[in-house]
């Protein structure tokens, strides 16, 4: 990919001319200056490591190490640039496979979990959303810790959040609420969008349709009902993520040593029933599951050590170092140092699949040689604006409390404030074209097709990250459980019709014709449509819950409403895997408003 002028003159003076607030790079363990002492060590740079290592580290007189396992996200140019999300290597990916789902076809799914500096916030989609009052209320209510709640949470959210006009000057008026907005925090929030017929008809839709799909000012407001604009961690045309929103802005007293994997936490000190965790293990050259014996360090942290490896890594390293079901641990050879069957349980994602209408309305496709000199030039353009979902809105739709499909269940969502599933109408691809979707055979007649994702938000069954081996580099077992209940499937045959009511509606009428994936003839049989979904869902990577949080004093769950690991000191986690059940939302920003709290909870421990 080329590299431009701007940006290379940028790290060229950075390397020339280092800053001598700015956080220090080391790319292996050896480069690490020796006897140095860290108060904290963080494992992990996502939303939720490279938020909290930032925050302690605006206490110049704290000493942060960062660990984290991938290469510098400055290292890939096209994870800068928010149009090429489709187009990011595999290098910065864990590459997982989820064991074979046996209700979705007995399907090995890929289960995409960027290893790069700034984590997933470094390759995701950039949606920005925070999900409904009742999730946070919910999470009050289970952890029994009022501070979760919306009204306390929000506060984060504004602190984490810097709005600001999208790099094209568009107009943003009647696409956002202005006025629940953070513009002084480190993520970079706008809501550019694709100039295309679609953005009318989807808000003639609205009009005509106002009881399924009323029109949405700002799905941010705690209440995300309705069909909106879509606001993206996009900054002035660059990807705004954990590294370049926080991490960036650290001074040196943050490391950051990358390539670098954790293997382990240990107790410190002499004692054998010692259970404070402050002790890092770490790979020290090649980490492969072939040497599963490979050199290893240790760190000891002055203060405490913070996880944050994300939703699978979270609980392998704390499986891994005897954190865990003690029948299971001992089954491998792991020594159980803390009995606790609530490790890498509850894993908790939204479930979703892709489908096409026929359509005349013009592909989003656009010229990428003249986009790239037009993002390199100025990081304006269609390439300033995410990739892969080249449409502009979002829609949440709540069932009624009468709804068939609801019957005999309890409702699923944490309240009447928030939708059971979401649709996004993703891009208009041209069939000749490269398509981002793979493609059905499809009649000579159709030119255009119109991709849209329907998800089920809140499905209720949960699974499970568990150890193959105890061998640290060893990828886990990862089990969704996929349409592990009825009720799950029901939610999301409900998903596809209402998507397909949505695209029935009259503005569509000269401009959409029948649903082609899945068929038009299988949206009307509850059997058929149910093989179509076991056949193509998957989970939709905002996957929380492994190391889920509850109440101080409970027999379940992994941490503590202060984000400490139960029966240990010294050990906290703060990342997705903390959340108890996925949120009506992408999950980065109850992340990054997570890790804010959390941020300020260790604070208060150390004063
Ligand atoms: C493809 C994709 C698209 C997404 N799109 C969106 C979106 O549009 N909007 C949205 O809100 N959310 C989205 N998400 C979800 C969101 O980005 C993630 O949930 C969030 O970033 C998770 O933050 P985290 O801190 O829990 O973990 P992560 O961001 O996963 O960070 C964990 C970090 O820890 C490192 N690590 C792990 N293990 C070790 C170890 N043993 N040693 C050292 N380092 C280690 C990893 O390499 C990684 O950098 C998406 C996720 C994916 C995968």
């Not at 096209?78 to 989820?98: C, K, M, R, Y």
């Not at 959303?129 to 209510?141: E, F, K």
């Not at 996004?424 to 000579?444: E, F, M, R, W, Y």
């Not at 329907?454 to 459980?481: E, M, Q, Y």
Request: glycine fraction near 8%.
């Amino acid at each position: 990919m080329t590299l431009s002028f701007h940006n290379l003159c940028i790290w060229v003076l950075a390397l020339l001319f280092p800053s001598a607030q700015a956080a220090k790079f080391f790319q292996n363990p050896s480069q690490l200056p020796e006897g140095h002492q860290y108060d904290f060590i963080v494992v992990g740079s996502g939303a939720g490591g490279g938020t909290v290592a930032t925050r302690l580290a605006e206490n110049k007189a704290l000493s942060v190490l960062v660990i984290e396992a991938g290469a510098s996200d400055k290292d890939f140019f096209e994870i800068q640039v928010p149009g090429l999300s489709q187009a990011l290597p595999h290098a910065i990916d864990w590459n997982f496979t989820t064991v074979p789902q046996v209700n979705a076809g007995n399907r090995v799914m890929g289960y995409s979990r960027a290893r790069v500096l700034g984590g997933c916030t470094s390759h995701n989609g950039m949606d920005y959303t925070r999900g409904s009052r009742d999730d946070y209320d919910q999470w009050a209510a289970i952890t029994k810790e009022p501070h979760f709640s919306w009204d306390s949470m929000f506060p984060y959210m504004l602190k984490s959040e810097k709005y600001a006009q999208n790099i094209d000057h568009q107009s943003e008026v009647g696409h956002l609420n202005p006025a629940i907005h953070g513009y002084s925090g480190k993520i970079g929030v706008s809501a550019g969008y694709t100039e295309h017929p679609a953005n009318n008809l989807i808000i003639e839709t609205t009009k005509v349709m106002k009881n399924e799909f009323p029109f949405k000012l700002d799905s941010n407001d705690g209440r995300p009902i309705g069909v909106g604009w879509a606001q993206h961690t996009i900054k002035a045309g660059v990807r705004s993520s954990s590294s370049t929103g926080y991490l960036d802005t650290t001074g040196d007293n943050v490391h950051i040593l990358l390539h670098t994997l954790v293997t382990r936490v240990l107790p410190t000190g002499n004692s054998s029933h010692s259970t404070d965790f402050r002790t890092v293990e770490f790979a020290t050259g090649v980490q492969s599951p072939n040497i599963p014996q490979a050199p290893r360090q240790q760190l000891i942290a002055r203060k405490e050590v913070i996880i944050a490896g994300g939703v699978i890594n979270t609980p392998q390293i704390l499986l891994n170092s005897g954190i865990g079901d003690k029948s299971a641990l001992q089954a491998l050879g792991i020594p159980s140092l803390v009995d606790n069957p609530s490790v890498g349980k509850n894993l908790s994602d939204q479930i979703g699949l892709f489908g096409l209408l026929p359509t005349t309305l013009p592909s989003t496709d656009f010229d990428m040689t003249a986009a790239l000199a037009q993002w390199n030039k100025n990081h304006s353009g269609p390439l300033s604006r995410r990739g892969f979902v080249t449409l502009n809105h979002l829609g949440w739709v709540r069932l009624p409390a009468n709804s068939p499909v609801l019957r005999g269940h309890a409702d699923p969502t944490p309240g009447e404030n928030s939708p059971h599933i979401e649709f996004i109408p993703v891009s208009v691809i041209n069939v000749t074209g490269t398509s981002p979707i793979p493609l059905p055979p499809l009649t000579a007649d159709v030119k255009t097709v119109m991709a849209f994702a329907a998800v089920n938000l809140h499905p209720i069954t949960r699974g499970s990250v568990t150890l193959k081996s105890s061998n640290p580099f060893d990828a886990p077992n990862i089990d969704f459980n996929l349409l592990g209940s009825d009720l799950d499937l029901a939610i999301l045959r409900e998903a596809v019709r209402s998507t397909q009511r949505f695209f029935r509606a009259s503005p569509w009428k000269n401009q959409v014709s029948e649903m082609i994936l899945p068929p038009a003839n299988v949206t009307t049989d509850d059997n058929a449509l149910n093989s179509f979904i076991q056949s193509t869902v998957q989970p939709v990577l905002h996957t929380v819950g492994s190391a889920a949080m509850s109440p101080e004093g409970a027999s379940w769950g992994v941490v503590d409403p202060d984000f400490r690991v139960k029966g240990t000191t010294g050990l906290r986690v703060v990342d997705g895997s903390v959340l108890p059940f996925v949120p009506s939302a992408h999950v980065q920003t109850p992340i990054y408003a997570f890790a804010e709290r959390a941020a300020d909870v260790i604070r208060q421990g150390h004063p």
